[in-house]
């Protein structure tokens, strides 16, 4: 069974940081693409940063370009998400995916529960 636990979400003021963890087990992790995505209040869910099977090819949505860095870990399993310099317009579930494909939601087959993150003004 896959499993994706995102972990590391919380309230913080803006300026401030953090670091989402997501702990992938059930398949052969370094086989697949991870992203990060969220959802604010009454909106769609949204891309914030992929990341290739290798480590390679980072991409980010053009609003967290500079804050926000991705990475992952594939001895330990873990794709991690740097978030620094956080503004309000941040607050959302963060969610972590695993999939074959990148770049497009769709392309991505597994999901977390999601993690909150609420940056206060």
């Known amino acids: 069974q896959v499993r994706l636990v995102e972990s590391g979400g919380g309230v913080v003021q803006a300026g401030g940081s953090l670091r989402l963890s997501c702990a992938a087990s059930g398949l052969a992790f370094n086989t697949y693409n991870m992203g990060w995505f969220r959802q604010a209040p009454g909106k769609e869910r949204e891309v914030v940063a992929l990341i290739s099977r290798s480590g390679g090819s980072p991409a980010y949505v053009a609003s967290v370009k500079g804050r926000f860095t991705i990475s992952r870990d594939n001895a330990k399993n873990t794709v991690l998400l740097q978030m620094n310099d956080l503004k309000p317009d941040d607050t959302a579930v963060y969610y972590c995916?695993?999939?074959?494909?990148?770049?497009?939601?769709?392309?991505?087959?597994?999901w977390g529960q999601g993690t909150q993150v609420t940056v206060s003004s």
């Open positions: 995916a695993a999939g074959q494909g990148f770049g497009f939601e769709a392309a991505y087959k597994y």
